[in-house]
């Protein structure tokens, strides 16, 4: 294959800006703010659990405190009831009287047992509303900073995006006067060499793999003409001549 020389210098300025772009890629995919983000929503998500967790366990505490007051009512308002009676003379039977008087004495005995659970009850209560209160803060808080961590990203990905967008342009400016078919072949050695399709020969030496070529390679570089389109004999990658080549 041949190129005029300048079209092959040309792939030089083409490949500088692929490996931008690369490197804009890799970078845009590897923001720090992205493991950020996934531990701290990790983190939201286990809180927002516990939040709803701690808010059911407050609901139940607060019903079973209900019920557990209107036990003690109903026990309250059934002594008075009985107590009425007894004071009321209407209980004639001195058995119907001692009977009431044992209810009497049992119920006092029941409502204070059930007045213990509520205050026990309460206590829970206490306890359950502190539990909310802590982590629904702690829930807000993290939202809060897994907003600003998605901001952190928002404005470094835009950030990298309007480079992109600027070497792309670049890119197609270089891109458009280079032949097809070297392009096509430059695209082709891009895909299976790492990124790297065109390297330059730089004091003999191939700056894509490295490798300085053999005497006999340089005598063959020497001897090709100057639009031959030159390839690396260890990494076949296009080999690029300049002023710096060491020939």
Not at 118 to 147: C, G, K, P, Y
């Amino acid at each position: 294959m041949n190129a005029a020389p300048a079209d092959q210098i040309r792939l030089l300025d083409l490949q500088a800006l692929d490996a931008r772009l690369d490197q804009l890629a890799h970078r845009r995919e590897n923001l720090p703010e992205h493991a950020e983000i996934q531990k701290r929503n990790a983190d939201l998500t286990e809180l927002r659990s516990l939040t709803v967790a701690a808010e059911t366990q407050l609901s139940d505490t607060k019903r079973e405190l209900v019920k557990a007051e209107q036990d003690v009512e109903q026990v309250r308002t059934r002594a008075a009831r009985n107590q009425q009676r007894m004071d009321s003379g209407s209980v004639n039977s001195a058995k119907d009287l001692a009977n009431l008087q044992h209810e009497v004495g049992a119920l006092a005995k029941r409502q204070g047992d059930l007045e213990d659970v509520v205050l026990e009850i309460m206590e829970r209560l206490e306890s359950s509303e502190t539990r909310v209160t802590e982590m629904t803060a702690r829930r807000d808080d993290a939202q809060h900073s897994t907003a600003e961590a998605e901001a952190r990203r928002d404005a470094a990905t835009a950030e990298i995006d309007a480079e992109v967008a600027k070497v792309t342009r670049e890119r197609e400016t270089v891109a458009v006067v280079i032949p097809a078919d070297l392009l096509k072949v430059y695209t082709r050695l891009r895909q299976t060499q790492n990124g790297v399709g065109a390297a330059r020969l730089f004091q003999r030496r191939c700056e894509g793999c490295r490798v300085e070529l053999s005497i006999t390679d340089l005598r063959e570089v020497r001897a090709a003409a100057p639009d031959t389109v030159l390839r690396c004999e260890n990494c076949s990658r296009i080999l690029i001549r300049t002023a710096d080549s060491g020939l």
